[in-house]
């Protein structure tokens, strides 16, 4: 089994860091003269990721934009999935679950395990009951050779306010941050990365120990420029997935376009270090 | 439109304030005897429910358990969420979503939407990305009659490292009970509604102001007392549900056994106030 850290450290030392967002909502979908059903939501993600499929190391579809077409956009996203597997790209589902006990154990069954529908290579988990409930999904990810992304410091701005808040003089998302080094430590691989997002003027945490990757969304349409990473994640850039969603979408549906915009930000990416 | 505060509060006069969890995790399938498939998981989803269907004022299915199989588990819940509706009880799908902008408003649109295939009466959302981050849920709920359970301070003990962090001397837990408060009282409707475990020593949040309901897990498997309950939530325990999964199922899958120890609860819970 080769693990996902591995997996991930080779496909963007081929095609650059860029992580795009597979993100149908129904402004997009118009945007690609789609209409806001099955058809439109199988068209634009399985188009996109066909665009690009040789092109973009890593992956990221938004559940909720599949789950809101009920059970049959979720199988929408398997396709979706299936064509990033087969495009020798990573797929981070986009899930943000979090739960307790055998309840993270089932969402990480649905995620996460050799063999289900909707597995992926790894998903974004929320700790808002604590990192420590998240074990389920970490050991799972662990022993499948997959990952999990942890959201530490998101990109909204109403995130600071449970983000910024502070236990024993260290924020909620130092926490989250130490805890991931620790985790990788004690499992002697990288299986736990971070979401870091890169809308704000200061990092606002220190990655010092961490050793996994940090998704940064929010390039683009949320106001984040590729041209900030370096100076916001210091020599941790050099793991840093910078994810644009709206931005490469917009440049759809034509290809060639497509892979233009996308051929320009995976350059921006690959300046950073 | 009747809204889901009336809704809730006409069902709970008429049955009582138990909410029975629909958790069908493997161990629970296996002590009815039942495989660890789809078929398992119809089974003992719909059978729950059909058992307790005029009995039980709130059903809570745990999305996790579906989802762990993938689409078709989440026809399964579709119907399962059929079956409350028609038996007059009301449903509050444990989905824990939490997300911003489009995202929000797309898992809103799935779980909160009319005619959504899952669709349910009210959601469990997750605050990490701030009670800001909820609004196009709450937005929606207001629209469509529906409410929002915001997870507040849940019953783990892992969560305190999140959820009792201070941010201007306040908790975030406690944060997220004032804001919740200042959102009723500008919907003028109680949409927002709160999770507060029941396995604490002491509540650690200050009600005062708060109008809508608590949904209180942990009751039994967890630790968590019925008889603990008008001393945590003092005289908002009127509006408590104090939420028995396993500890319901365990008697199950006879059905005068399931009706006899959902009656114990019923009394026990309609004795503390």
């Known amino acids: 089994m080769i693990d996902f850290q591995t997996r991930l450290a080779a496909v963007c030392a081929a095609r650059g860091r860029l992580c795009v967002g597979v993100d149908p909502h129904g402004a997009t979908l118009a945007g690609w003269g789609l209409d806001d059903d099955l058809g439109g939501l199988e068209r634009f993600s399985r188009g996109l990721v066909a665009a690009l499929a040789d092109q973009v190391a890593v992956f990221k579809p938004q559940s909720g934009f599949f789950e809101a077409y009920g059970p049959r956009g979720l199988d929408v996203l398997a396709r979706v999935l299936g064509d990033i597997a087969a495009a020798g790209a990573v797929s981070i589902l986009d899930v943000k679950r979090g739960d307790i006990g055998s309840t993270m154990a089932a969402y990480a069954r649905a995620y996460l395990?050799?063999?289900a529908e909707l597995?992926?290579?790894a998903i974004t988990v929320s700790p808002y009951l604590g990192f420590g409930s998240l074990t389920p999904a970490v050991e799972l990810a662990a022993q499948t050779g997959r990952g999990v992304f942890v959201l530490a410091r998101t990109s909204n701005p109403e995130g600071a306010q449970v983000q910024d808040a502070l236990a024993g003089g260290i924020s909620v998302a130092q926490s989250i941050v130490d805890q991931a080094a620790t985790a990788n430590t004690k499992l002697g691989a990288g299986v736990v990365h971070l979401v870091l997002?890169?809308?704000?003027?200061?990092l606002g945490v220190d990655l010092a120990g961490f050793d996994g990757w940090v998704l940064a969304p929010g390039i683009g349409a949320q106001g984040?420029?590729?041209s900030d990473l370096a100076r916001l994640f210091g020599a941790?850039?050099?793991?840093v997935l910078p994810s644009a969603s709206r931005e490469v979408a917009a440049a759809g549906p034509d290809q060639q376009a497509l892979r233009q915009r996308t051929a320009e930000l995976v350059v921006q990416g690959a300046g950073l270090s």
């Open 119 to 121: 597995a992926a290579d």
């Open 113 to 115: 395990s050799d063999g």
């Open 236 to 239: 941790a850039v050099e793991r």
């Open 197 to 202: 997002g890169a809308t704000h003027a200061e």
């Open 224 to 226: 984040g420029r590729m």
